[in-house]
């Protein structure tokens, strides 16, 4: 047998993998400094594998197990090779262990090769890359095998010297070429470079409160004072973030759950994490054996990582294609931040280039003229509660609840939402009261559109404002103003307890404040805001609200966590990147395929998106407005000429 030739091998691939491991740390390092916690990182990384990583794994139970049975048992038969055959322990104890791990990485890899045989179209959650990631199974069988046939002599099934020269010699080569995909090839590049990435990921990610079942989604303030603002080279981003997108595993779960890419929009999401790969590794286009951008077929591109992305490697369309709805980030395995990626580049083409396309930049000129992105009179923001004897905070100054009606309330169709709110309000005894004409935009458009300057000023205006008056939270309709204020004020210097009107109406509900009528008929279906759902976890007060009317409720295929986006997040009714289909209709599509005759939107966005549809489609309201419909106890009409708003 090759025996005495195993220490030699295992002491090469283990060389060369840390010669290929310091050349990709030194691609990391070429990035922009971002301090994370080192040492609590690298101590947090195994729960954060085996607990937070597995859990997104988990939802596929075949890739769960599979990657269980290849992963697990190539790490275990790894350290046992190395004890075994590196070391020679022929101890019984650790030869069958050695055996077993080698047959349950066996039994995954023959797994990984049925399912790469399947063609992408019977794998409907998964569009899995091609290429080198093919010979993937196969090197995990030499790994597994070689290794299985080579330990059964020590482990007395064989007699030792069993085979002949040229036996040796091919079992020699399997075991080389194992050790050489999984070990040599883990730290230069190869498929298995994911295990080697995506472990230091893992420790140093950008977002480790996302860990531990724990949610971070505000979007990073940008350092207006910096050089340069935004991302324009892939050398600009973070290094853990450079090191995030080099953990990318080209499952296709990313593009397989975006609303930009099935609607024919020139983004694929995991095709731009492999552009930012491409870039900093200066390799060919022609690697990437995945699916393209739509439209974008044809393209061969070499990566630079000194050159700018959307002249070397992007389209400036790809970019602003996308929504934000975070369903690339919510469904990816290796918790790879997407949207950052994409709102860093933005913020580079806004604030240093001045290419916001579409009516992108006439929206920014508008909210920085008239702090809204329609360009009406600030004084108007006002006049949809003119009849509503609103009680204004400079007039009171101190309330249980303040209303953030957000810019829903320049628009006639949210107006009805908003009036809804407020009776309903009214009805349950709230202590509220509204800012007015004091309140500005939240900024959530401008800072998707990369415009970080109007936002902050927006921001800071509002929350000065705020800090003047004494309230306990804030209620809104507006998902987006949720996040804006929830959330990404904080960073600011503004601290809110802010909830959105379905928990509030829930709440008051629970504690007998609102009584509804459950005798409405009908097939009712609801659907998820991007920014109430993913971005703030809120699934289950829009149902509960729902539930006590008498609907026939039924979910749409993509619901809850996995809802497709509406289409009007992320600034993309104004920059319009035409695409195939409008994502709009593919929505309205799944609330047909239930034969739903009415649609529960919480976001003034969907409203406007969803009532966009062509008829026939289900008729579309704001879950206010069916709770008004079935208030027991209706409010009382306000007497207009108490009004003074």
Not at 295 to 320: F, N
Not at 369 to 377: E, I, K, M, S
Not at 590 to 609: G, I, N, W
């Amino acid at each position: 047998m090759f025996e005495p030739v195993i220490p030699y091998l295992l002491t090469l691939a283990f060389a060369l993998a840390a010669i290929g491991a310091m050349r990709r740390v030194r691609l990391w390092r070429r990035g922009q400094v971002s301090p994370v916690a080192f040492w609590q990182g690298l101590a947090a990384m195994p729960r954060r594998y085996l607990v937070d990583l597995h859990h997104v794994v988990a939802r596929d139970k075949y890739m769960s197990n599979t990657h269980v049975a290849t992963g697990g048992g190539f790490v275990l038969a790894l350290v046992l090779v190395v004890l075994v055959h590196g070391l020679g322990l022929h101890s019984a104890w650790l030869v069958w262990p050695l055996l077993g791990a080698s047959l349950l990485m066996t039994v995954g890899a023959l797994f990984v090769w049925k399912r790469r045989q399947k063609p992408a179209s019977e794998l409907p959650n998964s569009r899995l890359s091609r290429g080198p990631w093919q010979r993937l199974p196969k090197s995990l069988l030499a790994f597994s095998l070689g290794f299985f046939i080579a330990t059964l002599p020590a482990a007395g099934i064989l007699p030792e010297g069993t085979g002949s020269g040229l036996l040796a010699l091919v079992l020699l080569a399997v075991c080389a070429w194992g050790l050489g995909e999984l070990v040599f090839g883990m730290a230069w590049g190869g498929p298995m470079k994911h295990a080697f990435a995506g472990a230091l990921h893992l420790a140093f990610h950008r977002r480790p409160a996302r860990f531990g079942g724990g949610r971070d989604t505000g979007l990073k303030a940008l350092d207006l004072n910096a050089d340069k603002l935004g991302v324009e080279k892939v050398t600009d981003f973070k290094w853990n973030q450079l090191l995030g997108f080099d953990a990318c595993v080209q499952c296709g779960r990313c593009e397989s759950k975006c609303p930009a890419f099935a609607a024919g929009q020139p983004l694929n999401p995991k095709k731009l994490i492999q552009d930012m790969v491409t870039s900093l590794a200066a390799q060919e286009e022609v690697a990437y054996r995945g699916s393209p951008h739509p439209g974008q077929e044809g393209a061969a591109r070499t990566g630079c990582p000194d050159k700018p992305l959307v002249e070397s490697m992007l389209d400036s369309q790809t970019l602003w294609s996308c929504t934000t709805c975070r369903a690339c980030v919510e469904e990816c395995p290796m918790m790879i931040e997407h949207v950052d990626a994409v709102v860093d580049m933005r913020r580079f083409l806004t604030l240093e280039r001045g290419q916001t396309p579409g009516k992108g930049q006439e929206v920014l000129e508008n909210l920085i003229a008239t702090d809204n992105p329609g360009g009406l009179a600030p004084a108007s923001r006002s006049h949809w509660a003119a009849d509503l004897n609103m009680p204004l905070m400079k007039d009171i100054g101190e309330v249980d609840v303040l209303l953030w009606v957000g810019d829903g309330a320049f628009d006639m169709r949210n107006q009805r939402t908003l009036r809804a709110l407020v009776q309903l309000m009214r009805a349950a005894g709230v202590d509220f009261a509204f800012l007015g004409n004091e309140e500005l935009d939240s900024g959530d458009l401008a800072r998707r559109l990369g415009d970080e300057a109007t936002f902050q000023r927006l921001a800071k205006a509002n929350i000065r404002t705020l800090g003047k008056y004494r309230f306990n939270r804030i209620v809104t309709a507006d998902p987006h103003s949720l996040q804006s204020l929830g959330t990404e004020y904080a960073e600011l210097g503004g601290e809110l307890n802010v909830v959105h009107h379905s928990e509030l109406l829930a709440e008051l509900h629970q504690q007998g404040k609102l009584a509804f009528s459950n005798g409405q008929s009908g097939k009712l279906t609801y659907h998820d805001p991007c920014y109430l759902g993913r971005y703030n976890g809120v699934y289950d007060a829009p149902r509960y609200l729902l539930d006590q009317l008498g609907f026939e409720r039924t979910e749409m295929e993509r619901s809850g966590f996995r809802s497709r986006c509406c289409g009007g997040g992320g600034g993309a009714p104004v920059t319009d990147i035409p695409g195939e289909r409008r994502i709009a209709d593919m929505r309205m599509d799944d609330a047909r395929s239930v034969d739903a005759e009415l649609m529960a939107v919480a976001c003034p966005q969907c409203t406007l998106m969803m009532e966009g549809v062509v008829e026939p489609r289900p008729e579309v309201k704001d879950i206010a407005e069916l709770l008004l419909d079935a208030l027991v106890q209706p409010a009382e009409q306000p007497n207009k000429e108490e009004a003074h708003v």
